[in-house]
């Protein structure tokens, strides 16, 4: 299921041109459903650093009845939710990460003496907090734009607010591990993202970094041009471009590329195929793609919501219908739709200044 990749030559994201192939919005309109299964959660109303929680962070907005990070974290430019129906499908998840790394929480060689640890992007704490767990001699902070963690955790470990993609607060050569995961979409340069890593990063300690994909692929041409699925990845390119922050890391080679330029050494990479449903015969496999497709379904409209209306001008009705087109396509037994994830972990020099 993992397989070694060779490194890319460029460190830069290719140019913005226009996506081929995007269909209007009105067009699921006018497609046949074979049952009425559309999400009616969408509502008509738009209202549009670290240590404490200050009241412009609790500040949410709400979009279409849904909450997301206040204007103040990463000036408002993060498109996923916040809320309960969102990191219920976060913490899912987690789940089929550790599932795809064999129970694992990392691949990183790591000893068992190390003093402090790093994960950026922490989301609900679940890893931090099991990484905690595993490592109760270590310091372990957590970042993220909100404070979604939860209260009850190990004595070792806090949640701080931070912005990734703005200077970090932690001094040089201070953490013995930095972990990052599921960052696709939040981040204007991953090279800028990966340098701050660095800096921070102890002679002789490690990174590693662990993300994905906005695109479905199929080994079998099951995912037809013009389908849902197919739909969603052109979406998704084009409005990161239009966003200035990609969901295509993986077919990039951000990670990779980005890890190097900062200067770190060891490097490994790990290439792991996610089957979107539990349509593959492998026992593992298939378990894999059924909690894929719970942590998709958990909150579809949650993942599209904010790129489709904010950034692409889709219409609500034209979301919900989209929607519906989209479960039936995933809940198909006859498309072997996977995703792909990348895991990199390298290590940076002992003798670095």
Same mark, same amino acid.
């Given at each position: 299921?993992?397989?070694?990749?060779?490194?890319?030559?460029?460190?830069?994201?290719?140019?913005?041109? %226009?996506?081929?192939?995007?269909?209007?919005?009105?067009?699921?309109?006018?497609?046949?459903?074979?049952?009425?299964?559309?999400?009616?959660?969408?509502?008509?109303?738009?209202?549009?650093?670290?240590?404490?929680?200050?009241?412009?962070?609790?500040?949410?907005?709400?979009?279409?009845?849904?909450?997301?990070?206040?204007?103040?974290?990463?000036?408002?430019?993060?498109?996923?939710?916040?809320?309960?129906?969102?990191?219920?499908?976060?913490?899912?998840?987690?789940?089929?990460?550790?599932?795809?790394?064999? @129970?694992?929480?990392?691949?990183?060689?790591?000893?068992?003496?190390?003093?402090?640890?790093?994960?950026?992007?922490?989301?609900?704490?679940?890893?931090?907090?099991?990484?905690?767990?595993? #490592?109760?001699?270590?310091?372990?902070?957590?970042?993220?734009?909100?404070?979604?963690?939860?209260?009850?955790?190990?004595?070792?470990?806090?949640?701080?607010?931070?912005?990734?993609?703005?200077?970090?607060?932690?001094?040089?050569?201070? #953490?013995?591990?930095?972990?990052?995961?599921?960052?696709?979409?939040?981040?204007?340069?991953?090279?800028?993202?990966?340098?701050?890593?660095?800096?921070?990063?102890?002679?002789?300690?490690?990174?590693?970094? #662990?993300?994905?994909?906005?695109?479905?692929?199929?080994?079998?041409?099951?995912?037809?041009?013009?389908?849902?699925?197919?739909?969603?990845?052109?979406?998704?390119?084009?409005?990161?471009?239009?966003?200035?922050?990609?969901?295509?890391?993986?077919?990039?080679?951000? %990670?990779?590329?980005?890890?190097?330029?900062? @200067?770190?050494?060891?490097?490994?990479?790990?290439?792991?195929?996610?089957?979107?449903? @539990?349509?593959?015969?492998?026992?593992?496999?298939?378990?894999?793609?059924?909690?894929?497709?719970?942590?998709?379904?958990?909150?579809?409209?949650?993942?599209?919501?904010?790129?489709?209306?904010?950034?692409?001008?889709?219409?609500?009705?034209?979301?919900?219908?989209?929607?519906?087109?989209?479960?039936?396509?995933?809940?198909?037994?006859?498309?072997?739709?996977?995703?792909?994830?990348?895991?990199?972990?390298?290590?940076?020099?002992?003798?670095?200044?």
């Amino acid at each position: 299921m993992a397989e070694q990749n060779p490194a890319a030559a460029s460190t830069s994201s290719p140019p913005a041109e %226009q996506t081929t192939g995007i269909l209007p919005a009105e067009h699921w309109a006018q497609q046949r459903l074979e049952f009425d299964d559309a999400d009616s959660s969408l509502g008509d109303d738009v209202v549009s650093s670290t240590a404490s929680l200050s009241s412009s962070i609790l500040e949410y907005r709400t979009l279409l009845g849904r909450t997301f990070h206040s204007q103040r974290a990463m000036d408002g430019q993060y498109w996923s939710p916040n809320d309960a129906k969102h990191t219920e499908s976060m913490d899912i998840i987690h789940h089929f990460l550790l599932l795809a790394l064999d @129970g694992k929480l990392y691949r990183a060689p790591l000893k068992k003496d190390i003093k402090k640890a790093l994960d950026i992007g922490t989301g609900t704490g679940m890893w931090a907090i099991d990484f905690a767990d595993e #490592f109760p001699d270590c310091e372990v902070i957590g970042t993220d734009i909100s404070p979604i963690q939860p209260a009850w955790v190990p004595p070792n470990i806090r949640f701080e607010i931070e912005d990734a993609t703005k200077s970090w607060t932690y001094p040089d050569n201070w #953490f013995d591990f930095v972990h990052m995961r599921y960052l696709f979409g939040s981040i204007a340069d991953w090279d800028e993202l990966y340098k701050e890593a660095y800096r921070v990063c102890k002679p002789g300690g490690w990174i590693e970094s #662990f993300d994905t994909s906005a695109k479905f692929g199929s080994d079998d041409d099951s995912i037809a041009e013009g389908s849902p699925m197919d739909q969603w990845a052109k979406v998704f390119t084009e409005g990161g471009k239009k966003f200035g922050r990609t969901f295509l890391v993986v077919e990039e080679n951000l %990670q990779r590329k980005g890890i190097e330029a900062a @200067g770190f050494i060891n490097q490994e990479v790990w290439d792991y195929k996610i089957p979107a449903s @539990g349509w593959a015969k492998d026992a593992k496999l298939k378990e894999l793609g059924m909690y894929a497709q719970l942590a998709i379904e958990q909150d579809i409209e949650g993942y599209i919501l904010y790129m489709w209306s904010q950034v692409m001008g889709w219409t609500a009705k034209e979301i919900q219908v989209f929607i519906a087109h989209f479960r039936m396509q995933l809940r198909d037994t006859n498309c072997h739709a996977y995703f792909r994830v990348r895991c990199i972990h390298a290590q940076k020099p002992l003798d670095a200044a």
